[in-house]
């Protein structure tokens, strides 16, 4: 069910999703925005009551203007928190959102009480420099995300609507996403983050995708190393898991959060 709240201070919106039954856990999407990590959301609503809130930018969220940085995306995150009433927080994020929710973590660690993120972008190697998303035609920008280009997850993520005006709406949703995005990851998305991993306390996971052709195995190898005591698993995706593995993805996501909790 969709919501919209207000936060206090700045009087920004906040659009977010809140779907399924059990222990709550907040959901921060990738890059393109949430409706490309429904499938994964509704997974894991199976075993959690999924709060996803649209990040600035992106869907009714406003205040993009305002946010310079992965902080001030943390400081609007702990506003949303305070807003929906969480006090402690199991927290998952994708690419992007993996990003913010590893950040918010290093940050508000006294606040995190599990972080799962997914494919998460942040870190930038010179020696695996990551490809440019926001300058790639849409094929090449399939054939990176998806492990098979030609898989019906991809097809999804590229399909049209047969209507004119839900077809311009979808092309203007992407433009906005990309537009969001590139406020904090472009020309390139390390703004620190690396410095500031080893401030998480709270327990870890890191997924990857098996066949991930942007945060790849020198990625994964890196967070490992930044993120203390962190477990790892792999999912049969590449980078856009929550389209192409969304049941793998939830049960390594749900099984990690119940030994956590236990």
Known sequence: ?????????????????????????????GAFGLEWSMPLVEALARHHTVIAPHLPGYGASDGLDDIDSFYDLSVWLDDVLDVVGIDRVMLAGHDFGGAAAAEYAALFRRRTQLLAALAPLGLWLDEAPLPDIFGLTP??????????????????????????????????????????????????????????????????????????????????????????????ATVPAGHMMPLEAPAETADVVRAFAAKASA
């Open 139 to 232: 094929g090449a920008l399939t054939r990176v995300l998806f492990a098979d280009a030609q898989s019906e997850a991809a097809a999804a993520f590229n399909s049209q609507s047969p209507d004119k005006a839900e077809r311009n709406a979808a092309i203007l949703r992407r433009r906005q996403a990309l537009i969001a995005a590139a406020k904090l990851l472009w020309p390139l998305p390390d703004k620190g983050l690396k410095k500031r991993l080893h401030r998480i306390a709270a327990p870890t996971l890191l997924v990857w995708g098996a066949q991930d052709r942007i945060t790849g195995s020198a990625y994964a190898s890196t967070f490992s190393a930044l993120v203390v005591g962190a477990s790892t």
């Open 1 to 29: 069910m969709s919501e919209r709240h207000t936060l206090p201070g700045r009087g920004w919106t906040v659009e977010l999703v809140r779907v399924g039954s059990g222990a709550p856990l907040v959901w921060l999407h």
